[in-house]
């Protein structure tokens, strides 16, 4: 059973940066696709960001494209979502969340372990 804990979010105007990071504990984190998902007051939660096991493959929301990177280190059990280019509607709790079955997906029913969420906050 993986753990997943996130870390880096905060408050920053739009055009800034933040880095999020995502540490994985008690799983074999490279068997595990990973993805960033976010949640928006009242609003369903969405695909963001995901990466394959061996970090070769990425993807990305049409929204966040050119803006944000994913990455990955499995020697140090972490994923990293780069964001840059913020903008107010980037305002959201992110979530990391690891994938056991092979291939990708932006279903979060499909992602079978989830971190509690980190918040970002992006003023005009």
């Known amino acids: 059973q993986v753990q997943l804990v996130e870390s880096g979010g905060g408050s920053v105007q739009a055009g800034g940066s933040l880095t999020l990071s995502c540490a994985a504990s008690g799983g074999t984190f490279s068997s595990y696709h990973m993805g960033w998902f976010r949640q928006a007051p009242g609003k369903d939660r969405e695909f963001v960001s995901s990466i394959s096991r061996t970090g070769a493959g990425t993807y990305y929301a049409d929204s966040v494209k050119g803006r944000f990177t994913i990455s990955r280190d499995n020697a140090k059990n972490t994923v990293v979502l780069q964001m840059n280019s913020l903008k107010p509607e980037d305002t959201a709790v992110y979530y990391c969340?690891?994938?056991?079955?092979?291939?990708?997906?932006?279903?979060?029913?499909?992602?079978?372990?989830w971190g509690q969420g980190t918040q970002v906050t992006v003023s005009s």
């Open positions: 969340a690891a994938r056991k079955s092979i291939g990708r997906s932006t279903k979060p029913l499909e992602y079978d372990h």
